[in-house]
């Protein structure tokens, strides 16, 4: 039997959330049909919105939905938060994506049929339908990640990934817990200490409501901290 935590950031997502709860949600319950066993864990990072009252009201329709709140620390860090409260609770696998629909459910199911054959499977955005400007911030961290820790990764912060835990936790030793950029780490990492990947193409839709938080300045802002951040996580590691 394994335990598999899905684990999706939220922030500001009032117009997402419902949907995005009503299609994770049948995939665990279809795991947990199976003999095996799934939650479906959705962190708000402190949104100013009615995200959390939305997570909250839809507690009591889905059985397997845990939702948390926390102080707004940003997308990075409330993953990292996630990876260890699903690790705190025993979970053998987690599966991390974002909670603005840009992902598809049926898309997982490849990925947990060969979770045995692989550390990590990480999914890569081909065609992708979210913007030149996101486009332009994968190709940058690309060469960033090569810069920083001479690996190349082909897309190294896809929000749609099923990670060992076994695995996982050696990486997460080595991070800032308020790291910003927490899955370009992991990937880079896993990567880097020769971790046996499976890259999937995944479908990568636009944005299905509300209004992205994060913008050109913001993304420059993170890009600077990360840079010093990443020097701290090659310290780490060495």
């Not at 795991?31 to 009201?57: C, H, P, R, W, Y």
């Amino acid at each position: 039997m394994d335990k598999i935590y899905f684990v999706l950031p939220a922030y500001n997502e009032e117009a997402n959330i419902a949907d995005v709860i009503a299609q994770w949600h049948p995939i665990c319950e279809q795991i947990n049909a199976e003999g095996n066993v799934a939650k479906l864990v959705i962190a708000n990072d402190g949104s100013q919105d009615k995200t959390f009252a939305i997570m909250q009201g839809l507690q009591s329709k889905y059985a397997l939905l845990e939702t948390l709140d926390k102080e707004n620390s940003g997308h990075g860090a409330t993953v990292l938060y996630l990876y260890r409260y699903a690790i705190d609770n025993k979970a053998d696998y987690i599966f991390q994506t974002d909670s603005d629909g840009q992902t598809l459910p049926d898309e997982f199911w490849q990925m947990w049929k060969n979770r045995h054959n692989y550390d990590f499977q990480i999914g890569t955005r081909g065609g992708r339908q979210d913007g030149a400007s996101r486009l332009f911030v994968t190709k940058t961290l690309r060469f960033v990640v090569w810069l920083m820790f001479q690996v190349w990764v082909e897309d190294a912060n896809t929000p749609f990934r099923l990670l060992s835990v076994e695995r996982l936790k050696p990486i997460l030793d080595v991070i800032p817990q308020d790291y910003n950029l927490a899955n370009v780490a992991v990937s880079a990492i896993a990567v880097r200490w020769n971790y046996h990947i499976g890259w999937s193409p995944i479908t990568f839709r636009p944005r299905q409501g509300g209004v992205n938080s994060i913008n050109m300045k913001r993304i420059f802002r993170i890009g600077v901290k990360a840079l010093f951040d990443f020097g701290t996580i090659n310290r780490n590691l060495r």
